[in-house]
């Protein structure tokens, strides 16, 4: 066969081979609405893997009445007057689709889907709240297992998740609202993992995440918005009552998310327990315990022997002024003084940051790898406090 024939040969195979890929894209895969039993749901149940209850969107090319499919874009949406929407339960096979919104544009009541159990596999994002209109379209989650790429709780529109039991496993991000709308999380139970943790900048964006049981956990916070949604009352526990907890030793190298209730010890430590990377002369702060006035602070390298720093200090928070060593775990305590009676707090730990300079300058004593002023200070400050106590007491390992 001459090279010319060969070419020609080529290019008709993949040119076949497109004309494929479109014809099964465009037919196999596509959009699907759900319609549920209609014109009631008396005696029927809304079940997902009925061919009744869905259809493709009018003027699609796909004309076909199915359940959806892995590839399709879902909706589940008020149209069609639907009266009741879908419920998944631990018998039904698995769940398999492409995109999955609940709640769109043309709705004119709240859209809502119900997950009692099985498993749910939506390859990119599931999209809760998408239009912006009063609506609150709601997740519901009371077992199973959701596995999605994003989970976008309020887009333009009010996006609810009400969960107390089950797993919803978030491969990328987790967006509290992702647009300009409202992201609301009830958990009671269960647990929401995910890569990390985003909250819209707009505005108009208002989130609200309540932990009274159950777990978040997060690989990764590069930005610090975990602890500042916290600071600004975005996540709460028990409704405002409780405080959340924020740890890095459950699941070691993630953070773990959950609430607790308030007693006379303190609690919501910063650094948050066994956090890494922590300066080298950190801002140890904590809330009080109920009926606290005065606050013991206790801190060192080794948890059985720590050495109190502060006495009765009225403030809720320490200055550690004399810099620590490079990455080294610190345990500290915070002890709880009401005027009678003292209550002993948790024992929390972090561990300090490894200089991106190797090696450390000799007299980098802040871990900026400079020597200058700054150093001199800290370097200046721990000489004039070992002039007060024995040589021994006085660490000098970094200067």
Request: hydrophobic share 40%.
């Amino acid at each position: 066969m001459s090279k010319s024939k060969k070419w020609y040969k080529s290019i008709f195979f993949n040119f076949s081979i497109l004309v494929l890929l479109l014809f099964f894209s465009t037919n196999a895969f596509g959009y699907i609405i759900w319609v549920g039993p209609w014109p009631s749901c008396d005696g029927i149940a809304p079940t997902w893997f009925n061919i009744n209850h869905w259809r493709p969107p009018v003027g699609d090319v796909n004309t076909t009445w199915r359940w959806p499919v892995k590839g399709d874009t879902v909706y589940i949406t008020h149209k069609y007057d639907v009266v009741c929407y879908p419920i998944i339960d631990s018998a039904d096979p698995v769940v398999d689709c492409n995109v999955l919104y609940i709640g769109v544009n043309f709705s004119d009541q709240a859209a809502s889907f119900t997950v009692n159990g099985g498993i749910i596999n939506v390859s990119q994002f599931v999209n809760i709240g998408h239009a912006a209109v009063p609506l609150d379209d709601t997740l519901y989650v009371h077992g199973g297992v959701i596995n999605c790429g994003s989970l976008r709780v309020g887009y333009d529109g009010r996006g609810v998740v009400s969960m107390d039991a089950g797993v919803i496993h978030v491969v990328d991000q987790l967006l509290v609202p992702a647009g300009i709308g409202s992201g609301t999380i009830n958990l009671t139970g269960g647990t929401i993992d995910a890569n990390n943790l985003y909250i819209s900048s707009s505005g108009t964006a208002t989130t609200s995440i309540n932990l009274a049981g159950g777990q978040m956990i997060f690989a990764r916070d590069p930005d610090a918005v975990i602890p500042t949604a916290v600071t600004n009352g975005k996540i709460k526990a028990f409704g405002g009552t409780g405080y959340v907890v924020m740890d890095e030793e459950i699941n070691p190298g993630k953070i773990t998310i959950y609430g607790a209730v308030i007693t006379a010890k303190a609690y919501m430590p910063t650094p948050y327990k066994n956090q890494i990377d922590v300066n080298w002369t950190p801002i140890l702060s904590w809330h009080a315990g109920i009926g606290a006035t005065a606050h013991d602070v206790y801190i060192g390298e080794d948890a059985d022997s720590l050495v109190q720093v502060a006495s009765h200090q009225s403030g809720m928070s320490y200055n550690v002024t004399t810099a620590l060593k490079y990455h080294k775990k610190y345990f500290w305590r915070v002890d709880e003084w009401d005027g009678s009676v003292t209550t002993t707090g948790d024992l929390w730990y972090f561990t300090t940051i490894m200089p991106t300079c190797d090696p450390v300058p000799a007299g980098d004593t802040n871990g900026d790898c400079k020597v200058n002023f700054h150093d001199l200070a800290n370097v200046a400050i721990s000489w004039l406090e070992c002039n007060w106590v024995q040589t021994s007491a006085c660490d000098q390992a970094n200067w």
